[in-house]
């Protein structure tokens, strides 16, 4: 008999195991969340000059700038194209003492535990008209504020958690059936969980195999997100490429959030540019000699998600499919329909890059690059694939 092969484990993502996923703006209150929102989305929030002018999370969708979608639509010329989305929901600013109810903290951290990653918007211009929560500006102190009140609520919601397994756990006692042992584990998990979140650090930033990643996806952690720092510099600062907080705030990334991206950016300019007409939009940056960041925001929030995408196209219809990193032909099939993954063949996969410089679908087969995959290839950002399915049973009822 030949030895088994020995399959490696894929390392389990934190998160929910969706493709329909969402970003939150967070940050304090008048640090240009709702403009950027804004500009984003060209959404109307109200960007008033007011602590909690936002207080029910306005949600957009907005298109992930992507080339080779571009290039698909017009290769293919059809009769319509659907890119993937992002969506992005603008959360009202959070204030000190939060995770205990100032503001209208609780709503608020509420709905970021509702959301599967972070756009952390940190105020780094100076401007007498708009009112700083805490006084003087200071995007390091603004960071630990906001940080610490999303760690502190995660511990809140910990030490309830533990308590409350904890006290079916000893009433288990050393005996118990299968379902017991699965508590204890998971009440062992749990506590791991909470130490580390005790002891001042994120989540997301721990070592955790897959088995606690299982649990710590039941339990929508705030500090689990993955996030991404934008620092909302003036539109002066932003144009000659120079902001005396950047590197501070890269400092403290590094220091408190390794691995975090920290993308720059004005709101002031991103929001005028954004409701320019496009001739005078490609004018005014030209003239700036400047690029809108915003494709960059998007297209980081949407990998911050472990989202990727694949591509359906012909003359009817180009579309960018979104699903989750390592995720397997039939299910990837089964965003299109769920007749697709039921009765799933097979997945023929063609690589952009092929099409590209091949030029046709028949000279890409010609070329042998055109492959048939079976149920267990991971789907790869950017393949463009034609399914073939065959359903004759009826669906099983759930």
């Not at 970003?23 to 109307?44: D, H, M, Q, R, Y």
């Not at 903290?105 to 007498?128: M, P, Q």
């Not at 904890?166 to 998971?186: F, I, S, W």
């Not at 929001?271 to 690029?291: D, F, H």
Request: hydrophobic share 40%; charged share 30%; glycine share 8%.
């Amino acid at each position: 008999m030949p030895p088994k092969k020995n399959v490696k484990e894929e390392k389990a993502l934190l998160g929910r195991p969706s493709n329909n996923l969402k970003i939150g703006v967070v940050g304090l209150p008048n640090v240009g969340k709702s403009t950027f929102f804004n500009a984003l989305t060209n959404a109307s929030a109200a960007a008033e000059n007011y602590p909690f002018c936002t207080i029910d999370p306005e949600e957009s969708r907005v298109a992930v700038p992507d080339p080779r979608f571009d290039w698909l639509v017009k290769h293919y010329k059809p009769a319509k194209n659907i890119p993937a989305f992002l969506t992005v929901i603008d959360i009202a600013g959070l204030v000190k003492g939060a995770a205990s109810g100032a503001g209208l903290g609780n709503a608020f951290l509420s709905h970021i535990r509702a959301v599967d990653a972070i756009f952390h918007v940190v105020r780094a211009f100076d401007e007498a008209d708009v009112i700083h929560v805490e006084g003087e500006l200071d995007p390091i102190r603004d960071m630990g504020i906001i940080r610490e009140e999303l760690r502190l609520k995660d511990e809140e919601f910990l030490s309830k958690q533990v308590a409350e397994l904890g006290a079916a756990v000893k009433r288990v006692g050393h005996g118990g059936n299968a379902a017991d042992k699965a508590r204890k584990e998971e009440f062992a998990v749990l506590e791991k969980v909470y130490e580390h979140v005790k002891a001042g650090k994120d989540v997301r930033h721990g070592t955790w195999n897959n088995k606690e990643v299982e649990v710590i996806n039941g339990l929508h952690l705030i500090t689990a997100k993955p996030v991404i720092y934008l620092a909302n510099v003036s539109e002066r600062d932003f144009l000659r490429k120079k902001n005396k907080w950047l590197p501070k705030i890269k400092a403290w990334i590094d220091e408190n959030s390794s691995g975090d991206l920290m993308i720059p950016y004005s709101g002031a300019f991103e929001s005028r540019i954004s409701q320019l007409e496009p001739a005078e939009k490609e004018e005014a940056l030209k003239e700036a000699n400047a690029v809108s960041v915003l494709p960059k925001i998007i297209v980081a929030g949407y990998a911050a998600l472990q989202l990727i995408y694949y591509f359906t196209g012909g003359p009817d219809e180009v579309r960018a499919w979104t699903i989750r990193k390592q995720t397997k032909a039939p299910q990837a099939a089964g965003v299109i329909h769920t007749d697709f993954e039921r009765g799933f063949i097979m997945a023929e996969v063609m690589k952009f890059d092929d099409l590209k410089e091949l030029g046709t679908d028949a000279a890409v087969k010609a070329n042998g690059k055109y492959n048939q995959k079976g149920k267990e290839y991971v789907v790869e950002d950017g393949d463009i694939i034609y399914f073939k399915f065959n359903v004759t049973a009826p669906a099983k009822k759930k």
